[in-house]
């Protein structure tokens, strides 16, 4: 079992910077994937960026290629993702999840989630 807390959201102006965090407990990250997810009101969840733990490969959604950054900290057992040139679109609650297996993108394949942090861009 593994219990996920995400931090790092908050308020920025378009062009500017967030590093979210990923922090996990209850067990360590070593046999799973973990994803960034982000949901904006009216919208769908969609896939960010995921990572697998063990390799280090990464993932990223075409919104996030070459803005965000996803990467791990193996003795903080924490997951992070930069996001740089933030834009209005990327308004959204940020989720973290964990998956032992299954499809990269879709959020139906990760079994642990965190609660969720808000991220707002302003123009």
């Known amino acids: 079992q593994v219990q996920l807390v995400e931090s790092g959201g908050g308020l920025v102006q378009a062009g500017g910077s967030l590093r979210l965090s990923c922090a996990a407990s209850?067990?360590?990250?070593?046999?799973?994937?973990v994803g960034w997810f982000r949901q904006a009101p009216g919208k769908e969840r969609a896939f960010v960026a995921a990572i697998t733990y063990s390799s280090g490969s990464t993932y990223y959604a075409d919104s996030a290629k070459g803005r965000f950054t996803i990467s791990r900290d193996n003795a903080k057992n924490t997951v992070y993702l930069q996001m740089n040139d933030l834009k209005p679109e990327d308004t959204a609650v940020y989720y973290c999840?964990?998956?032992?297996?299954?499809?990269?993108?879709?959020?139906?394949?990760?079994?642990?989630w965190g609660q969720g942090t808000q991220v707002a861009v302003s123009s």
């Open positions: 999840a964990a998956s032992v297996g299954g499809r990269v993108f879709s959020g139906e394949d990760y079994g642990y």
């Open positions: 209850g067990r360590t990250f070593n046999y799973y994937r």
